[in-house]
C-alpha cells in the first residue's frame, strides 16, 4: 500500500493540514450522505413513525460513537507525543490498551440493551407508539456495535499513522454500503426500519474489519502489542485508559450532547407539537451530523499535527495549525448556514412528503438550526487544540458549556420566549455563549 509519507515534524502545516483535511473531509461527508439518505429512505419508504423512532434509538448509538472517539482521540494524542519522543513501543502499547478497553465497555452496553430494551426507549423518550419501530431497530443495531468502535477509534490512530487517505476508504467504502443496504432492504426486500438498522450493522462490522486489518498488514508504526497478564500490567492498562479518557472525554461529552439534544428535544417537541414534531426535529437530527463532521474534521486534522509538534516542542508549528484551522472553521462554518438557510425546504423534502404536517415544521426550523453553524466549527477547533496540547480539563469545561449548561436550559426556557421557534434556537444560542469565553481565550493563545 502506498503511504501517504507525512513528515509531522519537518513539512509545511499548510501541506500537512490541507494532506489530512481533505481526505477527513471527504470521508466524513460521505457519512454525512449515508445519514441523509438513511433518514431519506426510511421517511419515504416506512414513514415519519419510523424515522421518529430511529431519533428515540439514536443518543444511544451517539454514545458510542462518543465513547469510540473519546479513546481514538486520547490514544491518538498519547501515541503523537510518544512517537515524537521517539518511544515507538509505548505508542503501540497505548492504542492495544484503547482497543481492550473499548471492547469491554462496548460488550458491556450491549448486555445491558438486551436485558433492559424497554426501560432504555422510555428513558430515551420513546412512546408507546413509537415503541415497536424503535425496539427492532435497537435490536439489530447492537450486533455492529463492537466494529462500530473499532472504526471510530482507528480513524484518528490511522491518521496519526500517516495515512488519512486509507482511513477516508474506510468512511467511504462502510457509507456507500450502509447506503446500498439501506435501499436493498427497506425497498426490494421490505424489511423496514428493521432492515434499516441491519444495514448499519453490516456495514459497521465491514469497516471495524477494514481498520484491523490495517493495523495488521499495512501499518508503518501503529501496530497492535501484546500485553503481558499481570498484576502490574493490569495497574499500568486501567491508568493509561483514564488518562486516555481524561484527554478525550471532552469528545466524548460532544456526542453526548448530541444525545442530550435529541432526548431532551424529543421529549419538548413531542410535548409542543406531537409526533409530527419529534419526526421534524429527526430531519435536524440527520443534517446535525453534517455540520458537526465539518466542524469536527478541521479539529481532527489538526490535532495530529497539534500533538506531535507539541510533544516534539515546537510551539510556533503548533500555532501555524491552530491559525490554519481557524480560518477553515470560519469557511466551512459560513457556507453550512448559508445551506441551511436558501435550501431549508429541499432538505426537508428529502426525508418527508409535502403534505405531512412534519414537512413544514423541519422547513421552518431547520434556517434556525443553521445559525449554529459558524459558532460551533469555532468552538470545536478549539476545544479539539486543548485536548492536542493536554488540556483536557479546559477542553472538557468548553464542552460541557455548549453541549450540556447552556443547552437544557436553552431548550426549556427559550421556547417560552419564541415559541415554537425557541426550540430550534437553543443549539445556536448555547454556541454562541459558549463561544464568547472560547473567544477570550483565542486572543489569549495567539498572544503567547
Not at 410 to 435: N, R, Y
Request: hydrophobic share 55%; proline share 4%.
Amino acid at each position: 500500500m502506498e503511504r501517504d509519507k507525512l513528515d509531522f515534524k519537518n513539512g509545511k502545516i499548510g501541506h500537512l493540514f490541507r494532506a489530512i483535511f481533505f481526505p477527513t473531509l471527504i470521508g466524513m461527508a460521505f457519512n454525512s450522505a449515508l445519514n441523509i439518505c438513511d433518514g431519506m429512505f426510511v421517511g419515504h419508504g416506512v414513514g415519519s413513525n419510523a424515522l421518529a423512532a430511529i431519533n428515540i434509538v439514536a443518543p444511544l448509538f451517539l454514545i458510542c460513537a462518543g465513547l469510540g472517539l473519546m479513546f481514538g482521540i486520547g490514544a491518538s494524542v498519547i501515541g503523537g507525543i510518544r512517537l515524537a519522543e521517539g518511544n515507538v513501543t509505548a505508542a503501540r502499547i497505548i492504542m492495544t490498551q484503547a482497543y481492550i478497553s473499548g471492547a469491554v465497555i462496548f460488550g458491556i452496553i450491549i448486555i445491558g440493551s438486551l436485558l433492559f430494551t424497554r426501560p432504555l426507549l422510555y428513558l430515551l423518550g420513546c412512546s408507546h407508539v413509537l415503541e415497536e419501530a424503535a425496539t427492532d431497530y435497537l435490536l439489530w443495531l447492537l450486533p455492529g456495535l463492537v466494529f462500530f468502535y473499532l472504526q471510530c477509534a482507528g480513524m484518528m490512530l490511522i491518521r496519526l499513522d500517516g495515512s488519512p487517505l486509507y482511513a477516508m476508504c474506510v468512511q467511504i467504502v462502510a457509507a456507500i454500503l450502509n447506503i446500498f443496504l439501506d435501499w436493498y432492504m427497506v425497498y426490494p426486500l421490505g424489511l423496514g426500519i428493521k432492515g434499516a438498522s441491519m444495514a448499519t450493522s453490516l456495514s459497521c462490522i465491514v469497516a471495524g474489519l477494514m481498520v484491523v486489518a490495517y493495523f495488521i498488514f499495512f501499518s508503518e508504526k501503529l501496530k497492535f502489542h501484546s500485553l503481558r497478564i499481570s498484576a502490574k500490567s493490569f495497574k499500568l492498562t486501567i491508568r493509561n485508559t483514564i488518562y486516555m479518557a481524561k484527554i478525550g472525554l471532552a469528545t466524548f461529552i460532544a456526542e453526548l450532547a448530541i444525545g442530550v439534544m435529541m432526548v431532551i428535544g424529543n421529549y419538548m417537541f413531542l410535548s409542543y407539537l406531537g409526533e409530527a414534531g419529534v419526526a421534524a426535529l429527526s430531519v435536524g437530527c440527520y443534517l446535525f451530523p453534517l455540520i458537526f463532521s465539518i466542524g469536527n474534521a478541521v479539529a481532527q486534522s489538526s490535532q495530529p499535527i497539534i500533538s506531535y509538534n507539541y510533544g516534539a516542542k515546537h510551539p510556533e508549528r503548533v500555532r501555524q495549525t491552530l491559525n490554519i484551522a481557524i480560518l477553515t472553521a470560519v469557511a466551512c462554518g459560513v457556507i453550512i448556514s448559508a445551506v441551511m438557510w436558501t435550501g431549508s425546504g429541499l432538505l426537508s423534502g428529502i426525508f418527508l412528503n409535502s403534505t405531512e404536517p412534519a414537512y413544514e415544521i423541519a422547513k421552518t426550523g431547520l434556517p434556525l438550526l443553521g445559525l449554529c453553524a459558524l459558532p460551533f466549527a469555532l468552538n470545536i477547533t478549539f476545544i479539539g487544540y486543548y485536548q492536542s496540547c493536554e488540556k483536557s480539563i479546559r477542553a472538557i469545561f468548553y464542552m460541557l458549556l455548549r453541549g450540556i449548561i447552556f443547552l437544557i436550559p436553552g431548550f426549556i426556557l427559550l421556547p417560552h420566549i419564541f415559541g415554537v421557534a425557541g426550540l430550534w434556537l437553543a443549539i445556536p444560542v448555547s454556541e454562541v455563549l459558549t463561544l464568547i469565553p472560547i473567544s477570550i481565550s483565542c486572543i489569549l493563545v495567539r498572544k503567547t
